[in-house]
C-alpha cells in the first residue's frame, strides 16, 4: 500500500509513502564499529566521498553514539512504526527516523526513549520532533532531532522500515554504520566503512600530531601565506 503524503508547513514535498516492513540488512562488522568509536565525527565527515551531513542536533546531555542503521521512514507526526522499529531492533542499532523534518507532533518522549535504550538500542536519529526535551538533555541516550514540540504523536501510519531514508539532507540506507557525537551525525555505507574509517584515523593521528605541536609552541604555519601567494592574494 501506498499513501499520498501531505505537505504543509515544516514538512518536505515528498513521494508517496508506503505501508511495509522488509528484512533487516547485516549488521554492521562489530570490529568496525568499534573503531569508529574511537573517532570524532568530524574526522569521519572529511573523508566522506559524498561531503553530506545533517542539520540535526543532540538532544541528550553527552555520550557517542555508534552503530548499524534500522531506518524508519513514517508519515510526519506519526510513530507507529517507530514503535515497531524498537521491538524488532538488536542490540547496537540506531533507529533512524525520516519523519520529513515536520515539527508539529513529536515522534518519541522519554518513554520512547527508555524503553529503547532498555532493549539495547545505540540511539536515534529523527528527522522531526522530539518531546520531554528536559528528560531527555539530563540522560546520555543519544537522540538527535530536528526540533521540540510539546503536541503527541499520532499512530495511525502509514510508515516502512528498512528502506533508504534522508534525514537532515542525509541519504541513509538500512545497515550503514551510523556515528554521533556533539557535531553531529555521520552514516557509511559499509562497502566504503573500511576505506573511511582508515583515512579518519589517520587524520585523527595526524590532527593529535599537530596538537603536541602546538602545545610545544612549533605549530609550522607557513603553508598559509604559502595558500594565499599561490592564489594570486596581495600582502605587504
Not at 13 to 30: H, Q, V
Not at 83 to 104: N, Q, Y
Not at 162 to 191: K, R, S
Request: charged letters at 25%.
Amino acid at each position: 500500500l501506498r499513501f499520498p503524503l501531505r505537505t504543509g508547513k515544516g514538512r518536505r514535498n515528498r513521494m508517496a509513502i508506503g505501508f511495509r516492513i522488509l528484512p533487516s540488512p547485516k549488521r554492521a562488522d562489530p570490529k568496525l564499529l568499534g573503531r569508529l568509536r574511537a573517532l570524532p565525527v568530524s574526522n569521519v565527515s572529511d573523508n566522506l566521498q559524498r561531503g553530506f551531513g545533517t542539520n540535526l542536533e543532540p538532544m541528550h546531555r553527552s555520550g557517542r553514539m555508534v552503530g548499524t542503521a534500522l531506518t524508519v521512514r513514517t508519515r510526519p507526526g506519526d510513530n507507529l512504526v517507530v514503535h515497531k522499529a524498537i521491538e524488532m531492533a538488536e542490540p547496537g542499532d540506531v533507529i533512524v527516523v525520516d519523519a520529513g523534518g515536520a515539527l508539529e507532533n513529536a515522534i518519541i518522549g522519554e518513554l520512547m526513549a527508555g524503553w529503547a535504550q532498555k532493549r539495547g538500542v545505540a540511539g536515534f536519529v529523527i528527522d522531526g520532533a522530539i518531546r520531554d526535551s528536559e528528560a531527555l538533555a539530563g540522560g546520555d541516550f543519544p537522540v538527535y532531532a530536528a526540533g521540540v514540540t510539546h503536541r503527541g504523536p499520532w499512530k495511525d501510519g502509514p510508515g516502512e522500515i528498512n528502506v533508504t531514508v534522508t534525514v537532515g539532507g542525509m541519504v541513509v540506507n538500512p545497515g550503514d554504520l551510523v556515528a554521533g557525537d556533539h557535531d553531529g551525525v555521520v552514516a557509511i555505507p559499509q562497502a566504503e566503512a573500511e576505506q573511511v574509517i582508515a583515512a579518519a584515523e589517520a587524520q585523527h593521528r595526524k590532527e593529535a600530531a599537530s596538537m603536541q605541536a602546538i602545545r610545544a609552541g612549533t605549530w609550522d604555519r607557513r603553508w598559509v601565506d604559502e595558500a594565499l601567494r599561490a592564489r594570486g592574494c596581495e600582502m605587504p
